[in-house]
């Protein structure tokens, strides 16, 4: 079973700054997704950046980016310049690529983040 | 384009009533997800429709949960009765083909 993990319950950053968020997961597949989600306080879940395992390259949205260590099975969100706006619960989340079809996600426990003025 | 709609999205009742959340997804999606926030538990996976057709139900935590999927434009999840520990906010996503889940604003359910 694939399980993911979050070791940082609670961050916080001040604006402008840089933070990273953690996250290990287990598995043994080899072909996965990657993910991170943002709640904030409105509730609404919405999907911050994704990753493929087979691509080596780390992928990057703009002020956020990820540290991807397949064989540490390590995924790490990076938000540079964080914004007030950035204030809010960050989820890491798993997807078997051969459930991509049926898209079944295991999240992670969450990490809140709050950016201070 | 709509996002997923969810209704309602506060619903406040007693123990024992019978309680009915409704969700429509994205039009042109095929999975539809019910997840189940809370702080104990975090997110967790309820049930998942593939074509309208529930393909893993093992996230339901008992009989008193049920949902259904009747046309590819709507669903329901039920529960009856209700109890208080079934507080908890619930959401509805769906997809289309690849990756992307797509969530609604969820509805938070408060049982006394």
């Known amino acids: 079973a694939q399980t993911v993990t979050q070791s940082q319950p609670e961050m916080s950053v001040q604006e402008a700054e840089t933070v990273t968020l953690s996250c290990t997961y287990d598995t043994s597949e080899n072909n996965y997704y990657l993910f991170w989600y943002k709640q904030p306080p409105s509730r609404q879940m919405i999907l911050v950046i994704r990753?493929?395992?087979?691509?080596?390259q780390n992928a990057t949205e703009n002020r956020f980016s990820v540290n991807f260590q397949k064989a540490a099975k390590s995924f790490s969100l990076k938000i540079s310049d964080s914004q007030l706006g950035d204030t809010a619960m960050y989820f890491c989340a798993f997807m078997k690529r051969r459930s991509s079809n049926t898209g079944k996600l295991i999240f992670g426990q969450g990490t809140t983040l709050q950016v201070k003025p | 384009d709509a996002g997923v709609i969810q209704s309602p999205r506060h619903e406040v009742t007693e123990m024992g009533q019978e309680v009915t959340l409704r969700c429509k997804p994205i039009s042109g999606h095929n999975s539809l997800f019910w997840y189940r926030q809370t702080m104990m538990r975090g997110l967790e996976l309820l049930i998942y429709?593939?074509?309208?057709?529930?393909?893993?139900d093992s996230g339901m935590p008992e009989d008193r949960f049920s949902a259904k999927m009747p046309n590819a434009s709507f669903s329901t999840l039920k529960i009856q009765p209700s109890e208080p520990r079934d507080s908890a906010v619930y959401f509805c996503?769906?997809?289309?083909?690849?990756?992307?889940?797509?969530f609604g604003p969820g509805t938070r359910l408060t049982v006394t």
């Open positions: 990753q493929e395992a087979y691509k080596q």
């Open positions: 996503a769906s997809k289309r083909e690849g990756y992307e889940q797509y």
């Open positions: 429709f593939n074509n309208n057709v529930p393909i893993d």
